[in-house]
């Protein structure tokens, strides 16, 4: 039941972070994800079944200990956005800031003391894998959205860089992950801590 809850938290949580990126390059003139139907808050046009539910589920149900998971990436067209050097940085920001109101406003929820202890519990949920997801993606390396973030920041002078990164971005990304993670789970969790304590 716990897992199941988890997948649902992590369904609705890369959703809003896609629709994030989507209304952001929207606003900044950017008609690309409206042409192709990422405005929306229905799960099935963000949804990588891969990303967003089978791999998620199989690191669950085998006790792994952590979990990964991606939507659809929204696509959009840098040339479209009204600022061309901070708008694909932009973009890329409002889906971890996205995360983090959604965890700011349901930790608010818990501090009320309103609610029964499964809610609590289902909300405290939110909380950890929406700060996890921001935190996570806010890494720099393609696809997530830290890179977009790191190179508008570098400019055009590591191209070279961002293309060999972006070239072997499966590869850096589990690395990552296999070696680094543990370094970022106390992060994640100093900010939880924060949120509700």
């Known amino acids: 039941m716990e897992s199941i809850i988890f997948i649902v938290i992590l369904i609705m949580s890369v959703v809003i972070h896609e629709l994030a990126h989507g209304y952001t390059a929207d606003a900044m003139g ?3 994800p409206s042409l192709a139907g990422r405005l929306t808050l229905n799960p099935l046009a963000h949804l990588d079944w891969l990303g967003s539910v089978i791999l998620p589920a199989l690191l669950i149900f085998s006790g792994a200990p952590f979990v990964v998971g991606w939507a659809k990436p929204v696509p959009f067209n840098p040339h ?24 700011g406003i349901f930790a608010v929820l818990i501090h009320t003391g309103m609610f029964s202890p499964f809610l ?9 894998v929406n700060i996890a997801l921001a935190i996570f993606n806010l890494v720099p390396i393609p696809p997530l959205d830290g890179h977009h973030i790191l190179f508008a920041a570098l400019g055009n002078r590591f191209q070279e860089l961002q293309s060999f990164l972006s070239r072997y971005s499966f590869i850096v990304l589990i690395i990552f992950i296999i070696y680094v993670w543990e370094l970022i789970e106390p992060i994640i969790m100093g900010f939880v801590r924060l949120f509700i304590a």
Do not use: E
């Open 80 to 103: 479209y956005l009204k600022n061309k050097k901070w708008g694909g940085a932009l973009v890329a920001v409002a889906g971890p800031l996205s995360n983090i109101l959604l965890a």
């Open 120 to 128: 609590v519990s289902f909300f405290t949920g939110i909380v950890v």
């Open 30 to 32: 950017d008609p690309t």
